[in-house]
């Protein structure tokens, strides 16, 4: 069973850098895609950023520069490196995985696209 948990959220200040972590197990695939999304309220969600399991990341255009996916050698963990922090970034941040068929390529930051999700961790930006 696959299992996604979350952590490095909190209350940080306008103009800080925050490092979210997500733990990954019982992921048996060996080739997939993983991803971080956000959802403020009363927003829908939204992809921030995904990574495969050569390391090949895509960040969406609106958020590059800022933020940073990343995972660990182990594959275990994957991370999320958010800088300059901004109050409209407040949200609840949650990471996704997916398996990927080989010979295909993690393109897709839409939600729909993603099979297993974290329970999330909430972000809060004070200004």
């Known amino acids: 069973q696959v299992q996604l948990v979350e952590s490095g959220g909190g209350m940080v200040q306008a103009g800080g850098s925050l490092r979210l972590t997500c733990a990954v197990s019982?992921?048996?695939?060996?080739?997939?895609?993983r991803a971080w999304f956000r959802q403020a309220a009363g927003n829908e969600r939204e992809g921030i950023a995904l990574?495969?399991?050569?390391?090949?990341?895509i960040t969406a255009d609106s958020l590059k520069g800022r933020f940073t996916i990343a995972q660990d050698n182990s594959k275990k963990f994957l991370f999320l490196q958010v800088d300059s922090l901004k109050p409209e970034d407040t949200a609840i941040y949650s990471c996704a995985t997916r398996p990927r068929t080989l010979g295909t390529s993690c393109r897709s930051l839409s939600a729909y696209n993603y099979r297993y999700w974290g329970q999330g961790t909430q972000v809060t930006i004070s200004s």
């Open positions: 990574i495969d399991d050569e390391g090949t990341t």
């Open positions: 019982g992921d048996t695939y060996a080739f997939y895609c």
